[in-house]
């Protein structure tokens, strides 16, 4: 099995969190959560027993939240989750697990301690056809985020409401989150 290696660089509140991830033909998952060190509320997330996906939801200060369902991630899945204390949403991105292009960015809004799924985005919606081709894949794995020195980019935007994506082509995409930009299902 061949391994590739690569760097995981994520920048919150201008503090710059860096790791390395492995990716190999494998079918396994990986987590990383990056929110502010004294957030208000902390999002966890974890693959249950039953190898479905579930995030727990814990005020600061306040005892474990039940863990609940988090629909739409896959099993085999590397994801990061960016949590802001300017809204009650949050963001999981897909970074590379699997090969499918659909369900990359899941933006969730955690009111009352709940993950309920406001919208679902694909590489589809979020680059261009010729940045589309630029996508390269392996047997388990979709490479759609930049390589800046070894390390791919991605962050929270000074609002804190918006998402930064450094795409393959070169490009950043930003996916503002608010309220005010993506409206909850009623």
Avoid: Y
């Amino acid at each position: 099995m061949k391994a590739l290696a690569f760097s995981l660089s994520l920048a919150l509140s201008g503090v710059s969190l860096a790791g390395t991830a492995r990716a190999d033909d494998c079918m396994g998952h990986s987590v990383q959560v990056l929110q502010a060190p004294l957030a208000k509320r902390g999002v966890e997330l974890r693959l249950n027993d039953k190898r479905q996906w579930e995030a727990r939801i814990t005020a600061r200060g306040a005892p474990p939240a039940p863990w609940q369902p988090l629909p739409r991630l896959r099993t085999h899945a590397h994801v990061a989750v960016i949590a802001s204390d300017a809204t009650t949403r949050f963001v999981v991105v897909d970074l590379s697990g699997d090969t499918d292009f659909g369900d990359r960015v899941l933006l969730f809004d955690a009111r009352e301690g709940r993950a309920n799924l406001i919208a679902a985005f694909g590489l589809e919606s979020l680059m261009t056809p010729i940045e589309l081709a630029m996508v390269s894949r392996s047997i388990s794995h979709v490479h759609w985020l930049a390589h800046v020195a070894g390390k791919l980019s991605l962050r929270l935007a000074p609002s804190q409401t918006a998402l930064e994506l450094d795409l393959i082509s070169g490009r950043t995409a930003t996916l503002a989150f608010g309220p005010d930009a993506i409206k909850s299902p009623e």
